[in-house]
C-alpha cells in the first residue's frame, strides 16, 4: 500500500511540475498572439505572411538569391525579452533562405543592424541553385557572421522536411541547437565576441548586438518558408 501510494505521488509531482513548466512557455503562434506579429517598422502583419492553425507560412515564388530585393521582415511585438530558452521547427524550400533575430529594435532600415542572427538555410540547395559556395558563418545554425556551427555534430535535415532550432541565451553563455544537437556556444560581449564584431562584417555597424533586450523577429529573404510549435520561455 505505501508503495502504491508512493508511485501515485510522484505521478501526480511530476504531472503538477510538467503543467507549471508548460505554463512558462509563451505560445508565438497561437490564436491568442496572432495579432501581435507585424512588419518590421510597420503597423500590420504583411499579406505574404500568415498564421493558420499554430503555423505561420511566408508564400511566395521562390527566386535566386541573386534575384532578391528587400522584404519585409517580422517581429513579435508582444513583448521584449532578454535571457531566454526559445523553441521553433522550420521548413525551407530547395535554397531557401531566412533567420531568427533576437534582442531586435524598431527605427533601423533592417534587422540585420541591430540583432544577432541565427541563421537559416537549405546549405546544400542554395549552393547548387547559385553556384556558389556557402562560408561556414553563413550555412544553417551559425550565428550570422560571427560564430559557425560545428560540423562534426550538425544535423540538417534537407529542404521539405521539418528542422528544429532552439537558442538559449543569457549573459553568461548562448547556446544554439539544431535538430537536438548542440552546434555551437559563445560567450556574448566578451573579449572573443568584441574581438569578432569589430573585425568581421559588423565593424560599422555602430548598433549591432547593442541591446541586451528586444524582441523576436524572422526574416523575409523572399524565400517561402514555414514555422510551426514556436515558443518562448524567459530565464
Not at 547593442?210 to 514556436?230: A, E, T, V, W
Amino acid at each position: 500500500m505505501k508503495k502504491i501510494l508512493l508511485i501515485f505521488f510522484l505521478i501526480t509531482l511530476f504531472s503538477c511540475e510538467k503543467k507549471s513548466n508548460d505554463k512558462e512557455w509563451i505560445y508565438l503562434f497561437s490564436d491568442e498572439n496572432s495579432s501581435n506579429w507585424k512588419a518590421y517598422n510597420g503597423d500590420a502583419l504583411p499579406k505574404k505572411w500568415k498564421i493558420t492553425n499554430n503555423t505561420l507560412t511566408f508564400d511566395t515564388e521562390f527566386k535566386l538569391e541573386s534575384e532578391y530585393t528587400k522584404g519585409t521582415d517580422i517581429i513579435f511585438t508582444d513583448e521584449e525579452f532578454e535571457n531566454f530558452v526559445l523553441y521553433l521547427e522550420w521548413k525551407l524550400p530547395k535554397g531557401g533562405n531566412s533567420g531568427i533575430f533576437y534582442h531586435l529594435k524598431e527605427g533601423f532600415e533592417e534587422p540585420s543592424e541591430v540583432a544577432p542572427e541565427y541563421q537559416l538555410i537549405d546549405d546544400d540547395g542554395w549552393e547548387e541553385l547559385n553556384n556558389d559556395k556557402l562560408s561556414s558563418w553563413q550555412k544553417a545554425g551559425a550565428d550570422y557572421a560571427m560564430y559557425s556551427p560545428k560540423t562534426n555534430v550538425k544535423k540538417l535535415y534537407p529542404s521539405g522536411e521539418w528542422n528544429s532550432t532552439k537558442i538559449i541565451f543569457t549573459e553568461k553563455k548562448v547556446e544554439y541547437w539544431l535538430n537536438k544537437q548542440k552546434i555551437l556556444s559563445f560567450v556574448p560581449w566578451s573579449e572573443d565576441w568584441y574581438k569578432r564584431k569589430n573585425n568581421g562584417k559588423w565593424k560599422d555597424s555602430k548598433f549591432y548586438g547593442k541591446y541586451k533586450k528586444g524582441y523576436i523577429g524572422l526574416q523575409d529573404h523572399n524565400s517561402s518558408i514555414s514555422f510551426r510549435n514556436m515558443k518562448i520561455r524567459k530565464l
